[in-house]
């Protein structure tokens, strides 16, 4: 019984720490792709 409850428990653990890492990876390539366009007085 202690052996089901230790593999349903890691494999929770598991699944959550992959979807969080999963929803940062997404978010974090947003801030990569977004490039503001430079104003004129700062171009050369």
Known sequence: ??????F????????ALIFIAQTSANSFKWFILYEPD??????K
Request: no cysteine.
């Open 1 to 6: 019984m202690m052996r089901k409850l230790f």
């Open 8 to 15: 349903l428990g890691s494999s929770f653990l598991s699944i």
């Open 38 to 43: 430079l104003p004129e007085s700062l171009r």
